[in-house]
């Protein structure tokens, strides 16, 4: 029986040895899985940070893009500004290419008024002779109605001096 005794130490023994492996084991396992938890929890933490940095990050880069925004657009409306200006200068200055400049304008002008002059001057004589045209019809006109008046009247005496002379023949007589 003591062989029996001794196998069942042994048995107990190496139950109690294996049991004990396994609670080691298992206690092992936990303390992996709680280091592992832990590991777990400190990425976490970590990447946390991470992204609140990150966010932060963004967020200020947004604000930056949207400042940049704003003046790309004020730098745009300037420009588009300085394109109407180079158009309405380029439309005036096309303008202003097509007239004559000052030294030709002026003299033209004094071409012109040199030719008024002349022109009023022409416009005086040819009034002048107008006025003693008309003065001339005029008499003429006059002369021609005391000639017709004449020539009326000469008729009339020439008749009375036919009936006078017709009549006065027989007075002569006598």
């Known amino acids: 029986m003591r062989h029996d005794s001794c196998n069942l130490f042994t048995a107990k023994t190496l139950l109690s040895s294996l049991t004990h492996e ?8 936990c303390e992996f899985s709680i280091a592992k938890s832990q590991l ?17 990050q963004i967020d200020s880069s947004t604000e930056a893009v949207k400042a940049e925004i704003v003046k790309a657009k004020e730098e745009l409306n300037a420009a588009k500004q300085i394109r109407q200006n180079r158009m ?22 004094a071409q012109l008024r040199a030719d008024l002059e002349s022109l009023q001057s022409t416009q005086g004589e040819l009034d ?29 005496e020439e008749a009375a001096e036919t009936a006078g002379t017709a009549a006065g023949s027989p007075m002569d007589a006598s």
Not at 22 to 29: G, N, T
Not at 40 to 52: A, G, I, V
Not at 88 to 107: C, F, G, H, S, W
């Open 22 to 29: 396994r609670l080691m084991y298992q206690l092992s396992q």
């Open 40 to 56: 777990c929890c400190r990425m976490n933490e970590t990447e946390l940070k991470n992204y609140e940095t990150l966010y932060k």
């Open 88 to 109: 309405e200068y380029d439309a005036l200055a096309k303008v202003i290419a097509q007239q004559p400049d000052r030294q030709q304008t002026e003299a033209r002008l």
């Open 128 to 156: 002048d002779k107008l006025e003693m045209r008309r003065k001339q019809f005029h008499v003429l006109i006059s002369s021609i109605h005391q000639l017709q008046q004449l020539l009326d009247e000469e008729p009339s």
